[in-house]
């Protein structure tokens, strides 16, 4: 009976650790359009989105952030102040560049976000884009991102998260 307890108590522990252990990590996702890469990331009750594309008929493609909260399944922020290797721009009035999406198990709708001021004529983020499931492209496009964003010290802890993430990938 002792040796049974023991075992329980075991079991018990290991059991509450690994619960522990993935509340904290970071959920993160990848959805795409023809031309645009979202990753969502998502700890706790708030969200982090990296936007990479968002070009249309001869527009430059742009990099957008945004940072808020997460309610169920709908996204509240704003967007936020990047440097890039390709772009780099500083928000000042967060609250005229609001953001917010809902997101499901296989859809990304970007409802609000004007980059007009921010990204070339032409850029567009608001529609809606799939999950990507294929880990293959997953782990080729956190490269890209990574690659997109090595160099700044702002852009370090998101980059450790993109990197723990594509670990899950090593296989491949």
């Given amino acids: ?9 075991l079991f018990l ?17 990848l ?8 990753f ?24 957008i952030k945004s ?12 967007l936020q102040s990047i440097t890039t290797n390709i772009i780099s721009y500083e928000i000042t009035d967060t609250l005229k560049n609001n953001f917010s999406a809902n997101f499901s ?8 976000g004007n980059v007009t001021d921010i990204c070339g004529l032409g850029s567009v983020f608001t529609r809606k884009y799939k999950k990507v499931k294929d880990n293959e492209i997953i782990k080729n496009k956190i490269d ?18 993109l990197l723990k993430f594509r670990s899950k990938y090593h296989n491949f």
Wanted: aromatic letters at 8%; a negative charge; charged letters at 15%.
């Fill in 67 to 78: 940072n808020g909260t997460l309610n169920n399944n709908q996204l509240f922020g704003f």
């Fill in 40 to 63: 969502l990331l998502i700890e706790d009750s708030t969200y982090v989105i990296i936007g990479y594309g968002g070009s249309n008929h001869g527009s430059a493609d742009c990099v």
């Fill in 105 to 112: 198990d296989s859809t990304l709708d970007i409802i609000s």
């Fill in 1 to 9: 009976m002792r040796i049974r307890c023991y075992i329980f108590t």
């Fill in 144 to 161: 890209d991102l990574v690659d997109l964003m090595q160099g700044t010290k702002e852009n370090e802890n998101l980059i450790s998260t």
């Fill in 13 to 29: 522990i290991v059991s509450i650790s690994i619960c522990s252990e993935n509340s904290n990590t970071p959920v993160v996702m």
């Fill in 31 to 38: 959805f795409a359009d023809y031309n645009t890469d979202i």
